[in-house]
């Protein structure tokens, strides 16, 4: 075999790096070590996987080719190593999931996770769906957890469990005796949103429909809690997943308003994986408990 392992760690950290220096940085390397290994990987077959411009490293048409297998050979020879370390304990997960998953769902199913495979790793990062989206694209995370609509010529979409959002107000609002709202009450109230880019405000945005450019929106926010407290101090009203509200409606705090009978917020969260990306049993293992939450 022409090549090893280790080479190839430096093409992939290289490529996602885009900085010899960050990509020894990151492997423990010295930058001279690093940098020999990746001359060496293309001297030995003849090749050019980066175009080098300056410091930066853009990886060319070549490179670009062969990344999502190396990718996929160095998650396997990964798996094989956690595996004979830890007698077939699944191993390190990297899990990327949407601010209201991330903070009511997914937590709970890292520590199930953990529980049943005490050695494993699991390193969660909670984001917007179109950070979410741009990691698992360029490898940084081995599924990610959404909440948004997407179609992705990169991605695997594959729907998890349905949800809906739910348009509420503190209890003291003027809106809260109301029996069902109009689409003139829609337009007068004042509106605390979730940011552009999330799912969440997809979803709202499409449930609102025809309506948008006459809302009121006083506040954008990327934190559903900071949202529901705004909502609580009576700034106005919000729209957020149910997911994150129950407690909230089962004290009191705050109180679901029932929109017209033609805005619908209903959704679906999905599980996104790369296509390109090898699929170990760790991610198997995630996606069959995230699945037993319905249960």
């Known amino acids: 075999m022409k090549y090893t392992l280790r080479q190839l760690e430096v093409f992939l950290t290289s490529a996602q790096t885009q900085n010899i220096t960050r990509a020894a940085e990151s492997l423990a390397m010295s930058?001279?070590?690093?940098?020999?290994?990746?001359?060496?990987?293309?001297?030995?077959?003849?090749?050019?996987?980066?175009d080098r411009v300056g410091k930066r490293l853009q990886l060319n048409e070549l490179g670009r080719l062969y990344r999502p297998?190396?990718?996929?050979?160095?998650?396997?020879?990964?798996?094989?190593?956690l595996a004979l370390l830890a007698h077939g304990d699944a191993g390190e997960l990297k899990v990327g999931a949407t601010l209201t998953i991330g903070n009511y769902l997914a937590v709970g199913v890292m520590a199930d996770y953990m529980q049943n495979h005490p050695h494993a790793r699991v390193a969660l990062r909670v984001a917007n769906t179109r950070t979410i989206v741009e990691r698992v694209i360029d490898y940084e995370l081995d599924i990610g957890l959404i909440e948004g609509e997407l179609q992705s010529a990169d991605l695997d979409v594959i729907p998890w469990r349905a949800d809906e959002l739910v348009i509420f107000c503190a209890p003291e609002h003027p809106l809260a005796t109301m029996p069902t709202l109009n689409d003139d009450d829609l337009r007068a109230a004042t509106w605390i949103m979730r940011e552009q880019g999330s799912g969440t405000r997809q979803t709202f945005e499409r449930g609102m429909h025809g309506l948008l450019p006459d809302l009121n929106i006083l506040l954008e926010l990327e934190h559903t809690e900071a949202i529901k407290r705004s909502v609580e101090k009576g700034l106005g009203i919000g729209c957020l997943s149910r997911v994150c509200l129950e407690d909230a409606f089962r004290r009191g705090s705050l109180v679901p308003l029932t929109p017209p009978p033609h805005r619908a917020f209903d959704r679906q969260f999905y599980f996104i994986l790369h296509k390109q990306k090898y699929r170990s049993a760790g991610i198997d293992r995630w996606m069959d408990l995230c699945r037993q939450l319905l249960t």
């Open 69 to 81: 297998r190396v990718e996929a050979l160095l998650a396997q020879a990964r798996e094989l190593e």
């Open 31 to 50: 930058q001279s070590a690093a940098s020999s290994a990746l001359k060496e990987l293309e001297s030995q077959f003849g090749i050019q996987l980066f």
